[in-house]
C-alpha cells in the first residue's frame, strides 16, 4: 500500500537504560512480476515460470527465517553480555568481602 508511514518509539519507562528496537516490513504483494502477475489470469504459467514462483516464495522463507534467527541470536548475545557484566561485578564484591574479612 503506497503511503507515508510513522513509527513512535517511546523510551517514557526508562531513559536510563539503552533499548534496542527491531522491526521488518512484510508486505503481502510484490508489483508486477511480469508473467506471473495477478492482473493476467488468462496466461497459461509455463514450468519455468512455475519453477520462478515456486523458487521465488522459498526464498522469501529462507529471508523470513534468517530474520528470525538473527533476532533470536541478537537477543541471546544481549542477554550473555548483561549477565557477563553482573557476574563480574558480583565477582569483584565477592572477592572485596574475601579480603576484607580476611584482614
Known amino acids: 500500500v503506497a503511503g507515508v508511514y510513522k513509527l513512535c518509539f517511546s523510551n517514557e519507562f526508562s531513559s536510563i ?3 534496542t528496537v527491531y522491526f521488518s516490513w512484510t508486505t503481502d504483494k510484490l508489483k508486477s512480476r511480469g508473467p506471473l502477475d495477478e492482473a493476467q489470469p488468462s496466461t497459461a504459467l509455463t514450468l519455468m515460470d512455475t519453477t520462478a514462483a515456486n523458487m521465488h516464495e522459498s526464498l522469501s522463507m529462507v529471508v523470513e527465517y534468517q530474520t528470525h534467527n538473527r533476532l533470536r541470536e541478537a537477543t ?6 548483561s549477565l557477563n557484566s553482573r557476574v563480574l561485578y558480583w565477582s569483584f564484591l565477592q572477592s572485596g568481602v574475601i579480603l576484607a574479612v580476611g584482614i
Open 17 to 19: 537504560t539503552h533499548k
Open 76 to 81: 541471546g548475545r544481549s542477554f550473555a553480555e
